[in-house]
């Protein structure tokens, strides 16, 4: 055996030494709305490679924790339907059950830096904002009340007010451009975007399932 394999874990030198780091598991794992600190006195004292082997129950709950929590940020930074008003507000609602609301709302911001982001989350009823130098606030109010008081801090914006545009707008916009039906590919559709997307409120009631060149009726699902 090579001098250099002994001197790392099994496990790595296997080739089955996969999951997360140490340190991401500990500065990540407590996102997770099931999180018990005991579980980081685990993570903490076991050895790295044994963390990282699918084929430990322990790294299997883990990894599937740590999974969730991407998925759960991934999905909100893809599915939340969000408006912008004539002040640069932009806000929209979110169903967040980790705490995850942070990376959200700095996937919004990098895009819209000269905005104020305001989400509302349905599972702890608190918006949450990021300014536009990225400092991150959360309240108690309810969305409308929170993009109301910052809109009044903020004066009119021309930029933004030459872009509004209803929901109902944007959503025929960006319904023609997918009801190609020369190019339907319902099992692509079904991959992109998972029955359990339709749960979060950015797609609730808002698009079907499928696009099909038999099923075109867009205002039931903008109401």
Same mark, same amino acid.
């Given at each position: 055996m090579n001098? !250099?394999?002994?001197?790392?874990?099994?496990?790595?030198?296997?080739g089955r030494a996969k999951g997360y780091s140490r340190e991401e598991l500990i500065k990540n794992l407590p996102r997770h709305e099931n999180f018990m600190p005991r579980l980081l006195i685990q993570v903490k004292k076991l050895p790295e490679a044994l963390? %990282? !082997? *699918? =084929?430990?129950?322990?790294?299997?709950k883990i990894i599937r924790m740590m999974r969730e929590i991407s998925m759960e940020a991934y999905r909100a930074k893809q599915f939340t339907r969000s408006e912008i008003n004539d002040r640069g507000v932009l806000f929209g609602i979110v169903l967040l059950k980790h705490d995850v609301i942070d990376h959200v709302l700095i996937y919004f911001h990098e895009r819209w830096p000269q905005c104020i982001v305001c989400l509302y989350n349905e599972h702890t009823q608190k918006t949450s904002i990021i300014t536009e130098r990225g400092k991150i606030q959360e309240f108690k109010n309810p969305l409308n009340i929170v993009?109301?008081? @910052? *809109?009044?801090?903020?004066?009119? @914006?021309?930029?933004?007010?030459?872009?509004?545009? *209803?929901?109902?707008?944007?959503?025929?916009?960006?319904?023609?451009?997918? !009801?190609?039906?020369?190019?339907?590919?319902? %099992?692509?559709f079904k991959s992109m975007i998972p029955d359990r997307c339709?749960?979060?409120?950015? @797609?609730? !009631? =808002?698009?079907?399932?499928?696009?099909t060149s038999q099923n075109k009726k867009i205002d039931e699902y903008l109401k």
């Amino acid at each position: 055996m090579n001098k !250099n394999n002994k001197r790392k874990e099994p496990l790595e030198v296997i080739g089955r030494a996969k999951g997360y780091s140490r340190e991401e598991l500990i500065k990540n794992l407590p996102r997770h709305e099931n999180f018990m600190p005991r579980l980081l006195i685990q993570v903490k004292k076991l050895p790295e490679a044994l963390l %990282r !082997n *699918s =084929g430990s129950p322990l790294a299997k709950k883990i990894i599937r924790m740590m999974r969730e929590i991407s998925m759960e940020a991934y999905r909100a930074k893809q599915f939340t339907r969000s408006e912008i008003n004539d002040r640069g507000v932009l806000f929209g609602i979110v169903l967040l059950k980790h705490d995850v609301i942070d990376h959200v709302l700095i996937y919004f911001h990098e895009r819209w830096p000269q905005c104020i982001v305001c989400l509302y989350n349905e599972h702890t009823q608190k918006t949450s904002i990021i300014t536009e130098r990225g400092k991150i606030q959360e309240f108690k109010n309810p969305l409308n009340i929170v993009v109301e008081k @910052m *809109s009044k801090e903020r004066p009119i @914006m021309p930029y933004f007010k030459d872009i509004q545009f *209803s929901g109902e707008e944007i959503f025929e916009t960006l319904y023609k451009s997918q !009801n190609i039906v020369q190019r339907e590919n319902p %099992r692509y559709f079904k991959s992109m975007i998972p029955d359990r997307c339709y749960k979060l409120p950015g @797609m609730r !009631n =808002g698009v079907e399932k499928r696009y099909t060149s038999q099923n075109k009726k867009i205002d039931e699902y903008l109401k």
